[in-house]
């Protein structure tokens, strides 16, 4: 079967009908609507370094499939940490960038990254062709595809691409009726240390609601985006997001938009932005962006996991991915999985130097994956 690739240097060259028509559109981070939004407001630029470079695939006239991908050349925003790889080229006076990523940016959500109107293994050797032949004759020391979902990772491991593991912390729901009813399944000393950091939280005097998208307005917006950028100031760094990319949201996809809303005295003092996938056989809220004005006790625990965790079990979700890292995820019910990358590596000494490092990090992975798992805080079952 013969294809051919076309390069997009920007998302507003495809029609979001065609590029839709591909993607499951319950999954919010592949949709036209989410990367446009991050191009239109200057997030995904060449000036901020992501310079928008998406694979599209044709048979004759058809569009088989699509593939967003960047041309990078920082690795920031990623959330797979290859810093110690591009350094290692710096030693040997080799250029790692720019490079080119197959990823969601600024989100570490795993899913399908390939929508194709074919099964994956039938146009991956295609892809892998193309990817070759693209770092080859437009100089990209390599390319990396982000948090790929299982299934995808294995077929990709098959056509040669390096797998690198990583850890997340995911909830999952077991028809849990209540918050009550799923503390229950605790033992005696993390159930009471959960009730006692919420019941901290209501003796501030701490009201928090949940606005679906459809129902964020511009006020509640111009705050949420306040205690974002101040919560990101107060570490001495900008954040990545800015207003008009989540206007753009609430536009164009709101039924995809959860937003966890703090108040003190009537004041907005800290907001946590949600997604969630709607597909009722993979419902899941992906918990995003937090930002707080003061601190408030306990204050991060309940509005970005408690109130997502009753948000799930109200609405029947089955998992809450509330983002990236965060070992003290694993005491309040997160249980830790694998996330997968895959990679190419042109450079073939480099190549082998970071498949022998895989390897060993993925014995690593797995130890202390096992080590977390044993401080979750469920009873024992027989």
């Known amino acids: 079967m013969s294809f051919k690739t076309k390069i997009l240097?920007?998302?507003?060259?495809?029609?979001?009908?065609?590029?839709?028509?591909?993607?499951?559109s319950s999954y919010p981070f592949i949709r036209h609507e989410f990367l446009l939004a991050l191009e239109l407001s200057g997030c995904t630029t060449s000036k901020t370094g992501w310079t928008p470079y998406h694979l599209t695939l044709y048979k004759?006239?058809?569009?088989?499939?699509?593939?967003?991908?960047?041309?990078?050349n920082h690795s920031n925003g990623e959330y797979v940490f290859d810093?110690?790889?591009?350094?290692?080229?710096a030693r040997h006076q080799l250029p790692y960038y720019p490079k080119l990523l197959c990823a969601i940016p600024f989100s570490p959500c795993y899913g399908a990254r390939i929508a194709s109107r074919l099964p994956l293994q039938e146009i991956l050797p295609f892809i892998r062709q193309s990817i070759v032949n693209i770092c080859e004759t437009q100089h990209f020391s390599s390319w990396h595809g982000l948090?790929?979902?299982?299934?995808?990772?294995?077929?990709?491991?098959?056509?040669?691409?390096?797998?690198?593991?990583?850890?997340?912390?995911?909830?999952?729901?077991?028809?849990?009726?209540?918050?009550?009813?799923?503390?229950?399944?605790?033992?005696?000393?993390?159930?009471?240390?959960i009730k006692r950091e919420r019941r901290i939280v209501a003796q501030q005097e701490i009201k928090i609601s949940a606005l679906e998208g459809p129902h964020i307005d511009k006020h509640t917006l111009r705050e949420f985006y306040h205690c974002y950028h101040l919560?990101?100031?107060?570490?001495?760094?900008?954040?990545?997001?800015?207003?008009?990319f989540f206007a753009r949201l609430i536009e164009t996809m709101p039924e995809q938009i959860v937003l966890f809303v703090a108040r003190h005295n009537e004041h907005t003092v800290a907001c946590a932005w949600c997604f969630k996938n709607t597909d009722p056989t993979d419902s899941v809220l992906y918990g995003r962006y937090?930002?707080?004005?003061?601190?408030?006790?306990?204050?991060?625990?309940?509005?970005?996991?408690?109130?997502?965790?009753e948000y799930c079990i109200k609405h029947k979700i089955a998992r809450f991915d509330p983002g990236a890292q965060g070992e003290h995820k694993i005491q309040r019910g997160f249980t830790p999985i694998n996330t997968?990358?895959?990679?190419?590596?042109?450079h073939p000494q480099f190549s082998d130097a970071i498949e022998d490092f895989l390897s060993r990090?993925?014995?690593?992975?797995?130890?202390?994956?096992?080590?977390?798992?044993?401080?979750?805080?469920?009873?024992?079952?027989?």
């Open 147 to 193: 948090f790929f979902n299982s299934q995808d990772t294995h077929q990709l491991q098959q056509h040669q691409f390096l797998t690198r593991k990583g850890l997340q912390y995911h909830w999952h729901n077991q028809d849990y009726t209540s918050f009550e009813h799923y503390l229950e399944h605790f033992t005696s000393r993390k159930r009471k240390g």
């Open 361 to 382: 990090e993925d014995i690593a992975i797995e130890d202390y994956k096992q080590q977390l798992a044993s401080l979750l805080p469920f009873k024992q079952t027989n």
């Open 340 to 346: 997968y990358s895959s990679h190419y590596i042109k």
């Open 60 to 72: 004759e006239d058809l569009l088989i499939a699509v593939m967003p991908m960047y041309q990078k």
């Open 83 to 89: 810093w110690d790889w591009a350094n290692a080229y």
């Open 231 to 244: 919560t990101y100031l107060k570490r001495g760094r900008q954040g990545y997001l800015n207003e008009e």
């Open 290 to 309: 937090w930002g707080c004005l003061d601190n408030f006790d306990n204050l991060h625990f309940e509005t970005c996991y408690y109130q997502g965790l």
């Open 9 to 24: 240097s920007s998302i507003t060259q495809i029609a979001p009908s065609t590029w839709n028509a591909l993607c499951d």
